[in-house]
T-cell receptor, first 115, second 113 residues
Framework: DTGVSQNPRHKITKRGQNVTFRCDPI?????LYWYRQTLGQGPEFLTY????????KSRLLSDRFSAERPKGSFSTLEIQRTEQGDSAMYLC?????????????FGDGTRLSIL | AQKITQTQPGMFVQEKEAVTLDCTYD???????LFWYKQPSSGEMIFLIY??????QNATEGRYSLNFQKARKSANLVISASQLGDSAMYFC??????????FGTGTRLQVFP
């Protein structure tokens, strides 16, 4: 049973560039979540999918952010025209739909640094 | 609105001793879940333990137990027989009517020999 996989692990880019991150969830999990974690804080929810449907988006997710899960398997998170404030760890998690309050299993994250 | 409060920015414990990490929560949901995650310096979030709001027994998972006091809205994590490898950030989180996790600000635990 492989865990949640995120790529790349680290991304350094100049302000104004676009970046895209990928998340491969645990294969049997149909729910996929994106969170953002800044230094010294707990993760904050960004958005989540059930299969290919995006069910909820946080107000943190400005129009520069877009997430997709086209075939209900892997997901991508794109940030357009990056800003200094986008520097953070971007975490992906997945969980099965069955049962009540299933634990979310996280990947290792993608650390984004904006120069 | 849901909120998690962790008032201990840092805790120290000697190896083999027990330690309690505090967590209080606020929610208007009747059905909710409480979780603890461990985040080592490498960055991954590791699920430790879960407690449901309707569970009458306190959850236990190996050396981890959750001291759930519903009336006080607290869900403290107890780690018994601390090990050096337990040094990490610990986050309390909850889930309620929606499926998103709400996290606290975390407690940094340092275990010394």
């Amino acid at each position: 049973d492989t865990g949640v996989s995120q790529n790349p692990r680290h991304k350094i880019t100049k302000r104004g560039q676009n970046v895209t991150f990928r998340c491969d969830p645990i294969s049997e999990h149909n729910r996929l979540y994106w969170y953002r974690q800044t230094l010294g804080q707990g993760p904050e929810f960004l958005t989540y999918f059930q299969n290919e449907a995006q069910l909820e988006k946080s107000r943190l997710l400005s129009d520069r952010f877009s997430a997709e899960r086209p075939k209900g398997s892997f997901s991508t998170l794109e940030i357009q025209r990056t800003e200094q404030g986008d520097s953070a760890m971007y975490l992906c998690a997945s969980s099965p739909q069955t049962g009540r309050h299933q634990p979310q299993h996280f990947g290792d994250g993608t650390r984004l640094s904006i120069l | 609105a849901q909120k998690i409060t962790q008032t201990q920015p840092g805790m120290f414990v000697q190896e083999k001793e027990a330690v309690t990490l505090d967590c209080t929560y606020d929610t208007s949901d009747q059905s909710y879940g409480l979780f603890w995650y461990k985040q080592p310096s490498s960055g991954e979030m590791i699920f430790l333990i879960y407690q449901g709001s309707y569970d009458e027994q306190n959850a236990t998972e190996g050396r981890y137990s959750l001291n759930f006091q519903k009336a006080r809205k607290s869900a403290n994590l107890v780690i018994s027989a601390s090990q050096l490898g337990d040094s990490a950030m610990y986050f309390c989180a909850m889930i309620g009517g929606t499926d998103k996790l709400i996290f606290g600000t975390g407690t940094r635990l340092q275990v010394f020999p």
